[in-house]
């Protein structure tokens, strides 16, 4: 009779929960009725786009098929900007970071449709040290030789895209071209998934051995996403089984339900102001550590994030002119965004997904604005890198004073 009773109890406690679910869920869909349309088009689009990278990595992650290892595709090695002042967590992170050695992959880009694989595909050199290049680079700098290393996350990396239409790649190619003279070498230390404190555990351990000129560092997007260290790869240790039927349950409910999503938006927002404190305490200590040898420091603030102008505008105003300087990339992509609107685009153009009345939305939030420079809603394509290496192009030889 007990037994009974529990049992009737754990229903009816199961059963209410389910029904104020419910409730709570057709309360929010017909609450977006008064809403901005602005905002509402951006929080559908969002919807959607997370509702594919949980399924890719839901998928990508427990299909007995696929190589979990592959460093460009999830389960991807992540690390939280926290307690970037301890010496043996910076030692631990750089060795378990740096990117592969010689070694040739293929990869596509996972936040695009599927059906997509195939087009999207793109090929990585990692060469002797373990940078993005298909060409060797010796530890030892020639004595004519300008070093520039730039550290960061898929935009640095060149996410989707071939070696040649990466932004170190164009950027290398317009300074000897400019400068004749001497010999520029711009190695691609980008990582998917990077965070600041991978930059800064990686900066530490190269400068003393390659003695880089300038670096640059190129960080944000995910920086303001992770709340702590690896956590899909965590939740996929634990028993296949259960790990499986985990992971496709809380994809399934942020997916698919706005009370899964919006409340996963707001813990994830929660912490945000957090986040960015320990974003700029991994700034000022790698942008010291480069002062302190007289290494000249580019910023880049990325395109699709949070991170405001007056983030760097104030991290900038406690170091000297000419030293620390940084590209803001939002401003430049929106400055010419009307000079690629003809242009022709590949049939999985990202922003073919969007409705023609929402993209009139959508360009009215900074987020979405400039689709022709994006590969896709996140990472930016040949047209962008090229916009990056441009900027930079000017900025640099002003920083190390070339005429």
């Given at each position: 009779m007990k037994l009974k009773k529990s049992l009737l109890k754990i229903i009816f406690s199961i059963s209410f929960v389910l029904v104020v679910l419910v409730l709570t869920e057709i309360y929010l869909r017909f609450s977006q009725l008064g809403r901005d349309p602005v905002a509402i088009a951006s929080d559908q689009y969002m919807q959607f786009i997370h509702k594919r990278i949980n399924v890719q990595w839901a998928r990508l992650t427990t299909t007995d098929n696929v190589n979990t290892d592959h460093p460009l595709e999830p389960p991807l090695t992540v690390f939280a900007n926290q307690d970037s002042d301890r010496s043996e967590r910076l030692t631990e992170i750089a060795k378990l970071t740096r990117n592969l050695k010689d070694v040739t992959l293929t990869s596509y880009d996972f936040l695009k449709d599927r059906k997509y694989k195939e087009q999207t595909k793109y090929t990585?050199?990692?060469?002797?040290?373990?940078?993005?290049?298909?060409?060797?680079?010796?530890?030892?700098?020639?004595?004519?030789?300008?070093?520039?290393?730039?550290?960061?996350?898929?935009?640095?990396?060149?996410?989707?895209?071939?070696?040649?239409?990466?932004?170190?790649?164009?950027?290398?190619?317009?300074?000897?071209?400019?400068?004749?003279?001497?010999?520029?070498?711009?190695?691609?230390?980008?990582?998917?998934?990077?965070?600041?404190?991978?930059?800064?555990?990686?900066?530490?351990?190269?400068?003393?051995?390659?003695?880089?000129d300038l670096i640059i560092f190129d960080y944000g997007f995910v920086d303001v996403l992770i709340a702590d260290d690896n956590i899909f790869p965590t939740v996929l240790l634990l028993e296949k089984s259960f790990g499986i039927s985990l992971a496709r349950l809380y994809s399934y409910v942020i997916n698919n339900t706005s009370v899964g999503y919006l409340t996963w938006l707001k813990l994830n927002n929660r912490h945000i102001d957090e986040r960015l404190r320990e974003f700029r305490i991994v700034l000022k200590k790698t942008i010291g550590m480069a002062l302190q040898n007289n290494i000249p420091v580019v910023l880049i603030r990325q395109k699709p994030v949070r991170i405001r102008s007056a983030f760097y505008e104030s991290l900038l105003k406690s170091y000297p002119v000419g030293k620390v300087s940084y590209i803001n990339g939002a401003a430049i992509f929106e400055q010419v965004h009307d000079q690629y609107k003809d242009k022709k685009m590949p049939e999985d153009f990202w922003w073919n997904e969007v409705s023609p009345e929402n993209q009139a939305l959508l360009l009215q939030n900074e987020y979405f604005r400039s689709p022709y420079l994006m590969l896709d809603l996140f990472q930016i394509n040949s047209d962008g890198h090229t916009l990056i290496a441009n900027a930079l192009a000017n900025t640099i030889p002003q920083m190390l004073k070339l005429k």
């Open positions: 990585a050199c990692f060469n002797n040290l373990g940078f993005r290049s298909c060409k060797e680079t010796d530890v030892k700098k020639n004595k004519n030789s300008i070093r520039i290393i730039a550290y960061g996350s898929y935009q640095a990396f060149g996410h989707g895209v071939n070696e040649p239409d990466t932004y170190s790649y164009k950027l290398e190619h317009l300074l000897n071209e400019k400068f004749k003279s001497k010999k520029f070498e711009v190695l691609n230390a980008g990582r998917h998934a990077g965070t600041g404190i991978i930059g800064l555990a990686q900066f530490r351990k190269d400068f003393p051995v390659l003695k880089p």
